[in-house]
Every structure is written in C-alpha cells, then in structure tokens.
DNA sequence: CCCCTTCTCTAACAGTGTTAGAGACGCTAC
DNA sequence: GTAGCGTCTCTAACACTGTTAGAGAAGGGG
C-alpha cells in the first residue's frame, strides 16, 4: 500500500522520541519507513513542513474537554487544559524545540475559538480571553522548553548534581542554596504548577475585578 | 592583533541581526571576521557553544537594576526586570531562538541569587521566590519566542494579513473575530504586557496570603 | 494496447559542522 | 642571533545534511 502523509508524520514523531532532534534526519526517516530519502518529498514539501506537521499531530494529542464540565470552576478546566498541553510538550523528546520553530498552521484555530469561548462565557471579554490563553500557551512552552534543555544537559556535559554541589560550595549564593533546600534538585514539575497557581490566581483577581465590581454583588 | 573570544561573540550576535540562524553558518562568520571558519574552533569549542554564549550576551545586555529603587513597589520593579529580558530577546532576530536551545552557564546564577533576594526581602519564602522568578522567564521565553514566529511567519508564507482575512471569512469563529476586533492584527507586546499583568496580579494575591492573613488568622 | 497519474528510485549538488595537520607569528632563554 | 615554544591561523579534507532532477515501476481507464 502506497505511504501516506499521515504515516510519515507518525513515524516521523516515533523516531523523534528515539534519537532527538538532533537524529531526526530525512535519510534515517526514510529508512525507518523503508524508503529513500526523496521519497519524502512527495509527501511533504520541506522538512521545515514536516516539523510543523509534528508539533501539530503532539498538540493535538491531548486536545479534549473544550468546556469545562458541568460544576467545575473554570480556572480548574483552564489549568487542566495548560497541564495537559505541558504533558503533551514534554511527553515527547525535543518536542518543545520543534513546536517553538513551528509556524503554527491554522488547525488549530478552532481550537482556540473553543478556548475563548469557554472564557467569554464565564465573563470576560473576548480580546482579554484571547490575550489571556496565549499566555498561558507562552508559559507552557517557556516551561516545556527550560524542562527540555534541562534534560538535554544531563545527557551531554556536567550534570545539574554537580551543577547543585558547586553551588553549595559558594558562600555568596545563599539565598538560592536556600531556595533548591536540601532536596537534591529543583523539579520542574513543581515549579510548572506553581506558575500556573500564580497565572490563575491573577486571571481570577482580574475576573473579580471585571465582575463583581460593576455589578453590585454580594 | 589577535582575535578574541568576545569578538567573535559580538560579531556573532551581530551577523545574527543581519542573516538570522539559519544564515549564521560558521564560514560566514569567518570571512565577517576576515578569518577562514576553522580558525574559530581556536577559540570556541563547538557551534553550540558559540550559540550559549550569543544567548548569555543578550541576556545580559539589559541585566541592571538587580533590586528595586527606593520606593519601587516590588511587582513594578520585578515587571521592569521581565519586560527588558523580553526586550533583549526580541531586540535581536531570532535571539529568542538561540536562547531557547541554550544549555544555560553558571554565569547567570549570582543575578538569579539577586532577584530572589530582593523577593525575600520583602516576605517570600526562598522556594517560592525562585519558582516564581523562573515562571516569569518562563513566560518571558514563550512570549518572545511566539513573537519571532510570527515575524518569521511574515517573511516567508502567507502572511497575517491574510489569516486575518481568512478568518474574517469564516463565520464559525465569532469569539475570535470579536477577540480580534477591527484592528488589523493583535500586536504581541500588548499580550505580553497582559500577561505579565495577570502574573503580577497573582503574585500580589499570593504575598498578601503569605504576609497579611497569618497575622490575622492563625 | 497505450497513456497517464501516482508513487518511488538513483545520482547528484551545494552547503554544513568539524578535524587533522601544516605553517606563520612573536616571545623568552640561552 | 638563534633555537625553542606557545599562540594563532591556514588549507584540505571528511562525513553528513536538505534538496532537486530525472528516470522508472505499478496499475487503472480510454
């Protein structure tokens, strides 16, 4: 059966998760679908669109629950769907580098109007809506991005153990020794939902000040 | 006299303004530097290095201010901090790029011990202070990244204009065409001042919480 | 049967990061 | 002065990359 974009695109994130992005080369995909390296370019036209094609197929991995459910506050569906995109991001190899070169399609424009909608509902206005989930969309990146490249440094040169033992050695950095404590390491997990707290906690002081002012309410 | 390490950085980071990432090639910036591309191995051990000290350089082009002025609320002196970081990244082309595939050196660990003592000092918890320093690079990082997609996205392939347009078309969008409105194109520095509006916001609730309620309460 | 679309191939091109090894320059020690 | 030595730069090449031109196999419809 004759190969299909779909196919390509696929293998194309499998093999991401195995060599990096470093890796992911025409030829070595070409191979891992037992087909040269030309061949690819029937059915993408770049690699650059390949790329693209694969930040779209792990975004929309995780693409569920557009509304919140019946009962649930809103900033619980909002973070939910920030914590799922960041699971998506980090759930695969590299995959905050190729989704920050992406030249997002307008797939996902649906999507979004979703998003806005679900907010505008709610009570705030569509433009701060829209401005609003693009920054949580900036901060899931920035955060999948950092936890990537933190990844990245422990394959290859000193790791973050001997990062953290030289800063404990330095008497002029007390207050970041004091910060990481005595775990071993700063996750970066923990520090994603704090950020998210501190993003909603703001999006909910906003809404207050949208809402409950204006109309006199108890 | 011979070339130095920090002339080829600066060099570096200029060309880049010029040609962008994908035309700073190291042959390129040999003959820039009227030096044939293996004499720079002499001086930086990798490409990649050379790219971790470009993303350092900016960085620290606008690194001042390290504590607030006298005065200063903290939240205006720490958003001042975020918005130059934003402006040193966007100010260069794909600076945000280089920044986000960078394996971070130790240099920038005695600023980060500066903000997060300016944090403490005014009633943060160490920990959080550094995870709240972090969200905001985080989403110093995603924004500008976004940015420079967009810009990127202009130069080459269909341009804003026309997704506008596209959308403009569409009827099943309303939210996002009312988000948008009647301006051409939302502009990413007011998302970005929006953003880190709601972050602040958030991080007041969570000094208030931390500083006023238990003297009250428990 | 022949044409035509769809898909895949081989061969090559221009360019990349990177390395080995050979020099030129200037300083210091004899 | 000159021999030696570290510092800096060169040429030539290697292995690889994305990408293209053009040739060919497969198979269905006139």
Known sequence: MALTQDEVVHTAVRLLDDVGLEG??????????G???????????????????????IAAEHR??????????????????????????????DAALVAAGNRSTENSLPYIEELIGSLVDVGFPPREALESILT???????????????????????????LALRMREATDLPNLIAAIGCESVLDSESTFRHGLMLIMAGLRARHAELNDAPIIRA
């Open 64 to 93: 569920s629950s557009t509304r919140p459910a019946r009962g649930q506050p809103w900033w619980e569906w909002l973070s939910d769907r920030a914590w799922k995109q960041y699971q998506a991001l980090t759930g695969h190899r």
């Open 24 to 33: 992911l080369t025409l030829r070595r995909l070409g191979s891992e679908l």
């Open 136 to 162: 949580v969309g900036h901060f899931v990146l920035g955060s999948a991005l950092e936890h990537q490249a933190v990844a990245a440094r422990g394959t290859a040169g000193e790791t973050d153990a001997t």
């Open 35 to 57: 087909v040269s390296a030309a061949t690819l370019y029937w059915h993408v036209r770049d690699k650059r669109m390949l790329l693209d094609l694969m930040a779209e197929a």
